[in-house]
């Protein structure tokens, strides 16, 4: 079975420093990763996702991640933390279900604060 | 458009009342999800609506009854909630799902409380 674990369920960092939100997956299989976003009270919106085409991808918001196999990690990073940033960040690999349906594996979710 | 509208955005309902949860979609998409999130955990898959049949019900309790009645609605039917299934439900979607690279697309989510 497909997982992923995310270290760290709080992050603080200062407005515009370094933002790296850490995800480690396991996976008998080249994975498809996803990281989402979810902003408080709201639903969760697509950052970015690894389909296999490139191993650095790019999101939205200024967010990108690596695919790196050999550590079996997909982080997230943006390279100067916005105030607009602090939610929770979620990251999910995804599988098949009896074979056909997809289904998301999230991890435990990091909480990110931005400090002014 | 990748859009999933849920309605509505907060419901209040007592242990005996029935209410629904509605989700819609015109993306298409031919599967469609409900996932329950309690606070500060992540979503948990409840059911899969694949082509408008049941393709997953994750052991959910029966006071919680899914309908998929065309390609572009679901509805969670609530009867009998105990106060434990207060929670934000989200509905998602996503296309024919012949890879598993396919984006699941979320809604805002419906917050319940049951009282």
């Known amino acids: 079975a497909q997982s992923v674990t995310q270290l760290g369920s709080h992050v603080s960092v200062s407005e515009g420093a370094l933002v790296l939100l850490r995800c480690n997956y396991s996976?008998?299989?080249?994975?498809?990763l996803f990281w989402y976003v979810q902003y408080p009270n709201q639903g969760l919106q697509l950052l970015l996702k690894y389909t296999s085409a490139a191993t650095l991808v790019k999101g939205i918001n200024g967010f990108e991640a690596e695919f790196k196999k050999s550590e079996t990690s997909f982080h997230l990073t943006k390279p100067s933390a916005h105030m607009s940033d602090a939610a929770e960040y979620f990251c999910a690999v995804s599988d098949k279900y009896g074979g056909a349906t997809n289904k998301l594996i999230f991890g435990t979710g990091t909480l990110l604060a931005v400090q002014p | 458009d990748t859009e999933v509208t849920q309605t509505p955005k907060h419901l209040v309902m007592g242990m005996t009342n029935k209410k629904s949860l509605k989700c819609e979609q015109h993306m298409g998409h031919r599967a469609m999800y409900w996932y329950k999130q309690k606070a500060k955990k992540p979503p948990e898959l409840m059911f899969v609506?694949?082509?408008?049949?049941?393709?997953i019900n994750e052991s959910v309790p029966s006071r919680f009854s899914p309908e998929c009645p065309n390609s572009s609605l679901l509805n969670l039917h609530l009867h009998a909630l105990q106060p434990e299934d207060s929670a934000l439900y989200l509905c998602a979607s996503t296309p024919v799902q012949t890879s598993s690279g396919n984006t699941i697309y979320f809604g805002e989510g419906s917050w319940l409380t049951v009282v």
């Open positions: 609506y694949s082509y408008e049949k049941l393709s």
């Open positions: 996976s008998s299989v080249p994975p498809y």
